[in-house]
T-cell receptor, first 116, second 110 residues
């Protein structure tokens, strides 16, 4: 158990809909990261928040957005869903205060999104 | 981002040591070498990381070549539970995100 929790575990929805994925980081971790894992693209970094502020962006679509709340939990919002958005979405957290590359990230169990 | 090259898959026998190679010929002085693994149906799991010197922890050892252009993750005694995809990743000291490659799928034979 990494200490990172994600809800829900599974989500099935229809094209065009909007969903929200939730992540609670490990106690004391200020940074939250979102990753998408699909069969054809592998694991891809989407976005990072540090203490409530967006810190880095990766291959995140404009239809997707995220935020980190004062209690440090984070939500990933996916809208106008398409079939190709079906994937595993992982959240990770780290203590990172500086020198990000030196800190390990702890991953949650993921949310499996199926768009039909 | 500097790239890494790993074999697509490897096999090893249970209870034997496993050496997983990684080439990173374009590594820069500020790149840390990280290893993560992903067990079936789970999120990635941190294994080990290092900069220049060899590193040991309870999970594995990391052997880094003197020129830092390659490294080897060593599992000292493989178990069936070690069957996973192992990712070798370079992370700049200033960069928080992880860029995953395709990794090496490790099969453990009983």
């Amino acid at each position: 158990d990494s200490g990172v929790t994600q809800t829900p575990k599974h989500l099935i929805t229809a094209t065009g809909q909007r969903v929200t994925l939730r992540c609670s980081p490990r106690s004391g971790d200020l940074s939250v990261y979102w990753y998408q894992q699909s069969l054809d693209q592998g694991l891809q970094f989407l976005i990072q928040y540090y203490n409530g502020e967006e810190r880095a962006k990766g291959n995140i679509l404009e239809r997707f957005s995220a935020q980190q709340f004062p209690d440090l939990h984070s939500e990933l919002n996916l809208s106008s869903l398409e079939l190709g958005d079906s994937a595993l979405y992982f959240c990770a957290s780290s203590k990172r205060t500086s020198g990000g590359g030196t800190y390990e990230q702890y991953f949650g169990p993921g949310t499996r999104l199926t768009v039909t | 981002d500097a790239k890494t090259t790993q074999p697509n898959s490897m096999e090893s026998n249970e209870e034997e040591p496993v050496h997983l190679p990684c080439n990173h010929s374009t590594i820069s002085g500020t790149d840390y070498i990280h290893w993560y693994r992903q067990l079936p149906s789970q999120g990635p799991e941190y294994v080990i990381h290092g900069l220049t010197s060899n590193v040991n922890n309870r999970m594995a050892s990391l052997a880094i070549a003197e020129d830092r252009k390659s490294s080897t993750l060593i599992l000292h005694r493989a178990t069936l539970r070690d069957a996973a995809v192992y990712y070798c990743i370079l992370r700049d000291v200033r960069d928080d995100k992880i860029i995953f490659g395709k990794g090496t799928r490790l099969h453990i034979l009983p």
